[in-house]
């Protein structure tokens, strides 16, 4: 499945296809805020958390950019 097919799914489907399929790779914190990074087929899911009590906030998929270099040092993406 490629990030447009993801795209394509329901909020659920995607939640469930996460949870199912994912590789967790790394996580940061920033301020009140934790992130949790994964590799998921092709492309990379970041799920932002609540710092203050871990409820999912939101989430981003991508397969580069601003996002994904905000873990640059953290994890090697080649070995994913």
């Known amino acids: 499945m490629g990030l447009y097919e993801y795209m394509m799914l329901d909020e659920a489907e995607q939640w469930n296809c996460l949870w199912q399929n994912a590789t967790f790779l790394t996580h940061r ?30 989430k981003a998929q ?13 994890i090697d993406i080649n070995k994913v």
């Open 29 to 58: 914190i920033e301020l009140n805020k934790k992130f949790t990074l994964y590799a998921l087929y092709d492309f990379f899911v970041e799920v932002e958390l609540d710092g203050t009590n871990d409820t999912i906030v939101g």
């Open 62 to 74: 991508f397969k580069t950019g601003l996002v994904l270099d905000k873990y640059a040092g953290s």
